[in-house]
């Protein structure tokens, strides 16, 4: 990792702090309380609207949208569209969260129309989500990544090339989570995040809230979906590949001091859970400077 790197991303998540930007998030029902929380802790403001009349509206006030594909019915649908065809117009930066991607035909059908409709900035999902958008035959787990997209030091080649080709193919700054994390441009650039701990795994929905952060599980895709929120945040203030790095990051470093935090006072999931809240809101720079583990290639 390059000290330009490190610089960029801690000046990100700076900036996003003084803006406290509103996000405007289509999320899954599951884990929207934690989402909302998640992006007060890191220093944004949370919009959960759902309803279809008002998207228009609540993407004039809102930084950037994050949409969720995890509990789908047509009411929501609608918004989502009505969400996309608004931020579009607005110029405001969309994140996809292609929840279940290649479970069923219709999460299929799902994810291809909102990547034609919202031309996402920001695609991010789990090594297995990201792989059925690649066209690729997976193991479906639902909504968990199967453990053969388990990305480890020998094959994180391999999947870089197999994101950076949906990065290509889609012009979207694409963000696999996983054990490491992928994140790849449309220009070719491809970094690898290590940090995160698996006690991530048994907090339902990190991934939400890092699309509105990084997990060292790969099997459990549930555990990912806040990512999706933090990286919202993160774009609303700045660009998209430094937006996903910084929110897989932060989440990551999160992680592992709430698992530290557990460990040396033999707490559970509960207090882990707590803490990772905590260490988020609390982040300093020095963290990113102390912790950060990103390969550049």
Do not use: W
């Amino acid at each position: 990792m390059t000290n330009e790197t490190l610089k960029s991303i801690i000046d990100l998540v700076n900036n996003m702090k003084q803006k406290k930007p509103i996000v405007e998030c289509l999320t899954n029902r599951v884990t929207i309380n934690d989402c909302a929380n998640m992006l007060l802790a890191m220093g944004a403001s949370p919009i959960m609207a759902e309803i279809e009349c008002e998207m228009a509206e609540i993407m004039a006030v809102s930084g950037a949208l994050v949409m969720n594909l995890g509990l789908l019915d047509e009411p929501y649908l609608a918004a989502m569209r009505a969400a996309a065809k608004a931020a579009k117009e607005q110029g405001k930066p969309i994140i996809l969260d292609p929840v279940g991607a290649g479970a069923s035909k219709l999460r299929d059908r799902v994810c291809a129309e909102m990547i034609e409709l919202a031309r996402p900035d920001i695609i991010r999902g789990n090594m297995s989500e990201i792989r059925a958008l690649c066209g690729g035959s997976i193991e479906s787990r639902g909504v968990d990544a199967s453990s053969d997209d388990e990305v480890n030091d020998e094959n994180r080649g391999e999947f870089g090339e197999l994101v950076k080709s949906l990065a290509e193919k889609t012009g979207s700054v694409v963000c696999a989570t996983g054990a490491i994390d992928v994140i790849a441009a449309p220009d070719g650039r491809v970094c690898y995040i290590k940090n995160g701990h698996e006690m991530l795994c048994g907090v339902t929905g990190t991934g939400c809230m890092c699309s509105a952060m990084t997990i060292s599980c790969s099997a459990t895709a549930s555990a990912l979906r806040r990512c999706s929120a933090m990286t919202g945040a993160m774009a609303a203030a700045g660009d998209p590949f430094t937006a996903a790095a910084a929110a897989v990051v932060m989440l990551g470093i999160a992680g592992e001091q709430a698992y530290e935090y557990t460990a040396e006072n033999e707490s559970g999931i509960g207090t882990f859970k707590v803490k990772l809240f905590d260490y988020i809101y609390l982040m300093s720079d020095e963290d990113f400077i102390k912790r950060a583990k990103i390969i550049e290639d």
